[in-house]
């Protein structure tokens, strides 16, 4: 334990219970508390510093001098590494990535809450149920992708996604929003109705809810794309479903907000769908961002999981990023393209959709990538889109580069500066409640690790997490006692 970061995490815990961190300049109101009762933890897969400073540009009024600030902007505190386990090297996938952000360990590419050896490690979530709080994930991907099922479940592959979806029956989880009809047979989906859920295909249907528990499969697999649905404001829907849903717990709650798709997008190194889709999930950010405002006791934290193709503001050694050609698209490369396919006289219509007329030259390349068929079409499309745009990209797959994080609410100065990934679950497993503790401090020995189950509490699996921890306790006992507890009363139990 190196003393000068436990005295930095007592004197912020120390400041944290002063109040002096958040009630004159960060939250106002005095009555705001110092740990939160509510936790909505929001992911924009793939979502790297370009995309955030990307959609600044593409929000930008051209009709105004300065250049407007985003929700990312005004939410921005820190950054976090998001290199996995040391077996898969620096850059890490989605269910690595965001088995870190559920609990706190690092661990090989493709793992779903499992460490390096298989074994299940406690998620986030599963605390908050110990402690009676609700949990849920709003995603537009299928509800058992990645990241949503390093949330609620255990797996050593993310690929299995039947298992996944096989699995949550048993994660108690009390609001599942997004796509993934394929993967719930109708004998799985009875059984869930048999555990109390209410089962729904139509999104429109979601609006009649009224309680808990819901699992809403809208899709096959993934939601339709932003773009084209821009009046279907499809996450930020479900957002404000689940926060309401949610809320009716007195104990608290845990949500995970998924923008999957902008991770998508990026895979395709399609920058039109990539910067609609980060629209969605701002506003799905905003949603949020006014519950908090109107309930002081929840932490807004925002991150992404990793960087997605590379995304470049400029290139070609040009000094120049075209966001009106952006905002005038109407419609996904792929869905112009199959459109394009129908129509004999297909030009009218295709400049139409993509909001400007292609050069005569611009055509030719077209039509014989039109004479070769949807895909290549739609590829030439995003290909048109980057030159008009001057966007450039790195790879299809993943960078290695830091993330952004975003906070706002009680405790929100915790994500301040530069963490990794692991840092994020650990501080908001360490703002959990306190388990009750046993009447009588029996001394134990260490558990080894090999004993450890997923329903144990174990954050302690590192020099980290003990020290957020001391930092925990500070913060609570000091919330009873309205003074910071010595150094020396260390709950090692936990
Ligand atoms: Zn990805």
Known sequence: MKLTRLLSLVSLSAALLSGSLWADSLLGPQSAPSRPKNIVIMVGDGMGPAYV??????????????????????????????????????????????????????????????????????????????????????????????????????????????????????????????????????????????????????????????????????????????????????????????LELLSQNEQGFVLLVEGSLIDWAGHNNDIATAMAEMHEFASAIEVVEQYVRQHQDTLLVVTADHNTGGLSIGTQGEYRWDSQVLRDIGASPSRIAAKALTQDEWHTGLSELLGFTPSAKEFTTLDSARMQGEKVLTTQLKKLIDQRSNTGWTTGGHTGVDVQVFATGPASPLFAGHQDNTDIANKLISLLPKMPKPKAEVKLPAKPASEVTPTEETPAQNEENGELQQAKDLLSEGAESQSAAPVTQVDNQA
């Open 53 to 242: 400073s990307a959609y600044r540009y593409y929000q930008d009024n051209p009709n105004t001098q300065e250049i407007e600030q985003t929700v990312f902007d005004r939410l921005l505190v820190g950054n976090a590494s998001t290199y996995p386990a040391p077996v898969s090297g620096y850059v890490t996938d989605s269910a690595a990535a965001a088995t870190a952000l559920a609990t706190g360990v690092k661990t090989y590419n493709g793992a779903v809450s499992v460490d390096t050896d298989k074994r299940p490690v406690p998620t986030l979530m599963e605390l908050a149920k110990k402690r009676g709080m609700s949990t849920g994930v709003a995603v537009t991907s299928q509800i058992n992708h990645a990241t949503p099922a390093a949330f609620l479940s255990h797996n050593e592959s993310r690929r299995n996604y039947e298992a996944l979806a096989e699995s949550y029956l048993n994660t108690d989880a009390d609001v599942m929003l997004g796509g993934g009809q394929r993967y719930f047979s109708d004998k799985l989906i009875k059984q869930f109705e048999a555990k109390g859920y209410q089962v729904l295909k139509d999104a429109a249907l979601l609006d009649g809810v009224t309680q808990p528990k819901v699992m809403g499969l809208f899709a096959d697999v993934q939601l339709p794309w932003a773009i084209d649905e821009p009046e279907a404001r499809r996450l930020s829907t479900m957002t404000a479903k689940a």
